[in-house]
């Protein structure tokens, strides 16, 4: 089991910066694979950021070059760094974690962007 608990979501104006922040409860060596989904209403939950075990880091084209995502190994956290921020980044943002097979979800934290 993998719980996690994310915070730092918020409004933002376009072109500003918001940092999600997930912290697990177990070490982040342990997990597969982690990152960041988000959902938009009335849309399919897409992904984000995430990266493997292996290191290996992968983004959706849509926020590459804008959002950085980052671990802190000894505080088992992982954070999603969103800068320049557009009105289309809006939406319920979900941490996840691949665990033996199993995806573990956080509660979502919500991130809205006025134009």
């Known amino acids: 089991q993998v719980q996690l608990v994310e915070s730092g979501g918020g409004l933002a104006q376009a072109g500003g910066s918001l940092r999600l922040s997930c912290v697990a409860s177990?070490?982040?060596?342990?997990?597969?694979?982690m990152g960041w989904y988000r959902q938009a209403p009335g849309k399919q939950r897409e992904l984000v950021a995430s990266?493997?075990?292996?290191?290996?880091?992968n983004y959706s084209d849509s926020v590459k070059g804008r959002f950085t995502l980052s671990r802190d190994n000894a505080k088992n956290t992982v954070y999603l760094q969103m800068n320049r921020l557009k009105p289309e980044d809006t939406a319920v943002y979900y941490c996840?974690?691949?665990?033996?097979?199993?995806?573990?979800w956080g509660q979502g934290t919500q991130v809205t962007v006025s134009s």
């Open positions: 996840c974690a691949k665990y033996l097979e199993t995806d573990f």
């Open positions: 177990r070490s982040i060596f342990s997990i597969n694979a």
């Open positions: 990266f493997t075990s292996g290191s290996i880091t």
